[in-house]
Structure formats: structure tokens, C-alpha cells
Nanobody
Framework: QVQLVESGGGLVQPGGSLRLSCAAS????????MGWYRQAPGKQRELVAN?????????ADSVKGRFTISRAYAEAKIMVWLQMNSLKPEDTALYYC??????????WGQGTQVTVSS
């Protein structure tokens, strides 16, 4: 099994920054692409950014130039970070970490809330 634990969410003013962290543990050898998704109230869950095991990244158009995804392996865990700058109220959502296996099975964390408000 794989466990994903997110942290780093919170309340921030527009224009501010937050850094989300995700720690993947367990059978992490199964995991390839790691990503961040978000879901705002009344909306569908959407991809924010992902990063392949080789480091290739992909971003939603709405966050390009503002968010940066990165990953590393440390202490038997895969760590994934999402650096979020120039935050906007429309970035407010529950952010989920996702890990994808080679056969397309996805693992999810419990989510961390990001609220952008003055």
C-alpha cells in the first residue's frame, strides 16, 4: 500500500505564497508521476501540476508562472512540493496529492485546505 500525507495549507492574503508538501510512504516503488490536484466548492477536481519520475513537469494554464512542483527521494519517502506564489482568491480549494502507478492506479492524500482571502 501507499500512503500520501499533505501539509502546508492555510490562510494567505492575495499575492502571498504557500508551500505545500506531500510525503509518500509504503510501497513507493509502485509510483511514477506525482501530482497536485485541487477541488473548489461546487467544482470538479482539477489537475494543478504533475511531475514525472524523470522530472518532466506539467502545469495547468491557470497556474503557469506562479506555481512550481518539485520532488525528491529521502528517508524511504517520495517528497513532492508545490510552491505557490502570487496567490489569487480563485486558487482557494482543497489541494490533494496524487501518486500514479505505471498501470494507472492512483493514490490520494486526505487533502490540505488553501484559502486566499484578504
Amino acid at each position: 500500500q501507499v500512503q500520501l500525507v499533505e501539509s502546508g495549507g492555510g490562510l494567505v492574503q492575495p499575492g502571498g505564497s504557500l508551500r505545500l508538501s506531500c510525503a509518500a510512504s509504503g510501497s513507493i516503488f509502485r509510483l511514477g508521476t506525482m501530482g497536485w490536484y485541487r477541488q473548489a466548492p461546487g467544482k470538479q477536481r482539477e489537475l494543478v501540476a504533475n511531475i514525472a519520475s524523470g522530472g518532466i513537469t506539467n502545469y495547468a494554464d491557470s497556474v503557469k508562472g506562479r506555481f512550481t512542483i518539485s520532488r525528491a527521494y529521502a528517508e524511504a519517502k517520495i517528497m513532492v512540493w508545490l510552491q505557490m506564489n502570487s496567490l489569487k482568491p480563485e486558487d482557494t480549494a482543497l489541494y490533494y496529492c496524487n501518486g500514479l502507478t505505471a498501470v494507472g492506479k492512483g493514490y490520494w492524500g486526505q487533502g490540505t485546505q488553501v484559502t486566499v482571502s484578504s
